[in-house]
């Protein structure tokens, strides 16, 4: 059993900057793969990033590629997603997610999910 808790959102002008966290209990963090997903208002849950076990590997949505940056500690037993040039369209709730073994960007492939964060970016 894996227990994720989110923290780090907030409301952000358009182009600042916000860096979520996510803690896990356990020990075995560093057996999962650890993926950020969002959900807006009205819209369907999506994919923004994953990071491998070693955090060696990282693949991002297409429309965050090059701002977000998707970190973990394995040590801390923590992830990260640091987000610059926030945009509006990035408002959302940013939940944590983990999965065991190989990596996915489906989220049906995930076994344990955060509570979830509210990210605000106002224009």
């Known amino acids: 059993q894996v227990q994720l808790v989110e923290s780090g959102g907030g409301l952000v002008q358009a182009g600042g900057s916000l860096r979520l966290s996510c803690t896990a209990s356990?020990?075995?963090?560093?057996?999962?793969?650890m993926g950020w997903f969002r959900q807006a208002p009205g819209k369907e849950r999506e994919f923004v990033a994953w990071?491998?076990?070693?955090?060696?590997?990282?693949t991002y949505k297409a429309s965050v590629k090059g701002r977000f940056t998707i970190s973990r500690d394995n040590v801390k037993n923590t992830v990260y997603l640091q987000m610059n040039s926030l945009k509006p369209e990035d408002t959302a709730v940013y939940t944590c997610?983990?999965?065991?073994?190989?990596?996915?960007?489906?989220?049906?492939?995930?076994?344990?999910w955060g509570q979830g964060t509210q990210v605000t970016v106002s224009s």
């Open positions: 356990g020990r075995t963090f560093s057996s999962y793969t």
């Open positions: 997610a983990a999965k065991y073994g190989g990596y996915s960007d489906s989220g049906s492939q995930y076994d344990y």
């Open positions: 990071v491998n076990w070693s955090g060696s590997s990282t």
